[in-house]
């Protein structure tokens, strides 16, 4: 069966750092991969989505970056964090209509 | 922005009785899906009802579609405590399959 896993759960950081948030499956081969964002009690915002090993879409222009440097592994970064890159940081991988959700990042940054 | 709203916004009820969630959206639809979301936790997916659809049920749940309207709503019958959560609806267009989703409804069941 397929699996996601996204670490670190929790995450605080100083204004200015940088951020690597990573987000792997398994059991599945040429997932999509997606990155949301959800700010409390709000719904949640789509930030990258990848079809394949290299291939990124930007949904907002902002302050993050994404790579998919393999096929099941899907890596949310930032140089300099920003106050406003608080949030919970959601992974999601698709088959086809439906999307899986890993347990998320929640990401405080200070 | 073809983003979704739900309506309401949250929704206290009473163990056993029905819940009703509305979800209206701007653009056509390819499909549209339910997602449930425990506090701090990530979402679940709980039903897909596609665009030609008009009505699916899946054990306690019941999505109704009306595309005309741009709606749908998400009946949860006989409610227990373990379905408080967030409720999303989320769209998707034709093309690939990016997931839109509305605001959420906040239920809570009290025992």
């Known amino acids: 069966s397929q699996t996601i896993h996204q670490w670190p759960a929790t995450l605080v950081q100083p204004v200015g750092s940088p951020l690597s948030l990573e987000c792997t499956v398994e059991g599945t081969s040429n997932p999509n991969l997606y990155w949301y964002r959800q700010a409390a009690g709000r719904g949640l915002q789509l930030l990258f989505y990848s079809v394949g090993i290299g291939q990124i879409s930007s949904e907002v222009p902002q302050n993050l970056s994404a790579s998919r440097p393999q096929d099941r592994q899907f890596i949310l970064s930032s140089k300099k964090l920003l106050l406003s890159d608080s949030g919970f940081y959601l992974c999601?991988?698709?088959?086809?209509?439906?999307?899986?959700f890993g347990p998320g990042t929640r990401l405080t940054v200070l | 922005s073809q983003q979704g709203e739900e309506d309401p916004q949250a929704l206290s009820i009473q163990e056993g009785e029905n819940a009703t969630m509305n979800c209206s959206y701007k653009t056509s639809i390819n499909n549209l899906q339910w997602y449930r979301q425990n506090s701090g936790r990530g979402l679940v997916h709980l039903i897909l009802?596609?665009?030609?659809?008009r009505e699916k049920h899946s054990g306690r749940l019941r999505v109704t579609l009306d595309t005309s309207k741009k709606s749908s709503s998400l009946l949860i019958t006989a409610s227990r405590a373990a379905d408080t959560a967030s409720y999303f609806c989320a769209t998707t267009n034709t093309g690939f399959q990016k997931l839109v989703f509305g605001t959420g409804t906040r239920l809570l069941v009290s025992p």
């Open positions: 009802i596609r665009s030609n659809e």
């Open positions: 999601a991988w698709s088959p086809m209509n439906e999307q899986f």
